[in-house]
């Protein structure tokens, strides 16, 4: 089992810049895959960035790419999102999650923090 805290949300003003946390804990996270989604209120969860945990291969969603990266500290068992320039598009609740296989669908992921809520105002 893994286990997943993320921390780092808040309140920032459009153009901002903000780095979330994901602490990982409960069992080795070789082979597996961690990323980030994010859901806005009456909107689907939808996908962020992800990394291959062992080679550290990044992806993301076309919509945050160029703005956000998305790293790791193996031996720390921590995962980050540097989000920049952000807008009222991203206010989102973010989520933490690992699963063990490289996708962008939330449904292939099965195990989740409690989400951290980021809010860009204009």
């Known amino acids: 089992q893994v286990q997943l805290v993320e921390s780092g949300g808040g309140l920032v003003q459009e153009g901002a810049s903000l780095t979330l946390s994901c602490a990982a804990s409960g069992r080795a996270l070789d082979w597996y895959y961690l990323g980030w989604f994010r859901q806005a209120p009456g909107k689907e969860r939808e996908f962020v960035a992800a990394i291959d945990w062992t080679r550290g291969i990044p992806y993301y969603a076309d919509s945050v790419k160029g703005r956000f990266t998305i790293s790791r500290v193996n031996a720390e068992s921590t995962l980050y999102l540097q989000m920049n320039n952000l807008g009222s598009g991203d206010t989102a609740t973010y989520y933490c999650?690992?699963?063990?296989?490289?996708?962008?669908?939330?449904?292939?992921?099965?195990?989740w923090g409690q989400g951290t809520q980021v809010t860009v105002s204009s």
């Open positions: 999650a690992a699963g063990q296989r490289r996708s962008i669908s939330y449904t292939d992921y099965n195990h």
